[in-house]
């Protein structure tokens, strides 16, 4: 419930913010790593002002290959635990992953219709590639680009910034190559 609450959160504020004089309300950007690019994914799909939305290796993503996987030992360990803990004899997955498809970030990137940036961790433990593959391949937008950075984890990549300064800086029609 906190995640969903978080995300009315972020369309409260930038209703706020976007009545300020000095504002374009009409070209808004969203940025965010893990959870923050979870919900920027988010924010742009509720949000049809955002023209950009960058996203770096977003976390609430495809829950069903986490579950898939069992791996208890990452960022998803206690979703894995309540959905062992709670479905013991497997009977309740379906229902368990259904309720929370209203998070995934799977289910928003479908809905994106601004330019996309996202960011890919080679390495990511926490996210891992493959899922992060598959909210970027969920994307509709024709103007989205991929940065696969091979030699990371989910931590900071100092090149990642230098790609969202230019990305930034684009002209708002500029579609990409």
Not at 42 to 66: E, G, R
Not at 126 to 133: A, G, I, L, R
Request: proline share 2%; glycine share 4%; net charge positive.
């Amino acid at each position: 419930m906190i995640f969903y609450k978080n995300i009315l959160d972020t369309l409260i504020l930038s209703r706020i913010v976007t009545s300020f004089d000095d504002v374009d309300s009409q070209n808004i950007a969203s940025y965010g790593a893990s959870q923050g690019g979870a919900f920027s994914i988010m924010f742009a799909a509720l949000n049809k002002s955002v023209t950009k939305c960058i996203s770096l290796y977003p976390f609430l993503s495809d829950f069903q290959t986490f579950y898939d996987f069992d791996n208890r030992n990452n960022a998803y360990a206690e979703f894995i635990h309540h959905g062992r803990w709670f479905n013991t004899k497997g009977e309740n997955t379906k229902s368990f992953l259904n309720n929370l498809y209203y998070i995934d970030t799977l289910n928003f990137a479908k809905l994106l219709k601004c330019h996309v940036l996202f960011g890919i961790s080679n390495l990511d433990e926490d996210c891992p590639k493959v899922t992060q593959e598959k909210v970027f391949n969920n994307i509709k937008s024709k103007k989205k680009k991929m940065y696969l950075q091979k030699k990371y984890y989910h931590e900071n990549i100092p090149h990642f910034n230098d790609e969202v300064f230019n990305f930034l800086l684009e002209e708002k029609n500029r579609s990409f190559k």
